[in-house]
């Protein structure tokens, strides 16, 4: 199965950019890249999403790298409202079971 | 458009009663997932459906059981309550995932205690 690993947690000053790694070196070719985040007490928000090309929309920009063995999921200008838990997940094609999520990594951010 | 809702927010249950979590999106999503959220941790698959009448087991089905006889609605039932139940619960749902360019979206949960 196709899995991602993120760091734990990161830190960012508020109105600075964050940069939010994913690794996935076991993608295929035909498995799309989406970010979800998860504030207090809420359950996931979608982010943004991208197969190969980077993507941008209002909430974030998704760069993924030329090889797909990994993605950065980028805050512009990072606020408070952003704290949140950010998971990075595969939608492997046709395969439901396989919709899992791992531990994301926690971003602060500080004034 | 209110997309997935949740009901309850919160429930305690004694062990052994069982309860239904109700889920329900107006978003006409063919697709619909049950995950559990225990603290501090990610989110498991507990059950899936591709569409009414169709379910199929995640990750960690055992002591839950669903069904889906409409587009818009898909309960989770829990029949003999156990305290490694106690979780928060997610009800998600998607137009497909098939080609993996649907985004998921989420309820806002039910925070289930059992004691």
């Known amino acids: 199965d196709a899995k991602t690993t993120q760091p734990n947690s990161m830190e960012s000053n508020e109105e600075e950019p964050v940069h939010l790694p994913c690794n996935h070196s076991t993608i295929s070719g035909t498995d799309y890249i989406h970010w979800y985040r998860q504030l207090p007490s809420q359950g996931p928000e979608y982010v943004i999403h991208?197969?190969?090309s980077n993507v941008n929309n209002r909430m974030a920009s998704l760069a993924i790298a030329e090889d797909r063995k990994s993605s950065t999921l980028i805050l512009h200008r990072a606020t408070l409202r952003d704290a949140a838990v950010y998971y990075c997940?595969?939608?492997?094609?046709?395969?439901?079971?396989?919709?899992?999520f791992g531990t994301g990594t926690r971003l602060q951010v500080t004034l | 458009n209110a997309g997935v809702t949740q009901t309850p927010k919160f429930r305690i249950l004694k062990i052994g009663q069982s309860m239904t979590l109700q889920c329900t999106q107006d978003m006409n999503h063919n697709y619909m997932y049950w995950y559990r959220q225990d603290p501090g941790m990610g989110l498991k698959l507990i059950y899936y459906s591709v569409g009414a009448g169709i379910t199929d087991k995640g990750e960690v089905p055992n002591g839950y059981n669903v069904s889906r006889s409409t587009t818009e609605d898909f309960p989770l039932r829990l029949e003999l309550a156990a305290p490694s139940q106690t979780s928060v619960y997610f009800c998600a749902s998607s137009y497909s995932t098939t080609g993996g360019n649907s985004p998921l979206h989420f309820g806002n949960g039910t925070r289930l205690t059992v004691t």
């Open positions: 997940i595969l939608i492997l094609t046709g395969t439901a079971s396989k919709l899992t």
């Open positions: 991208g197969l190969t």
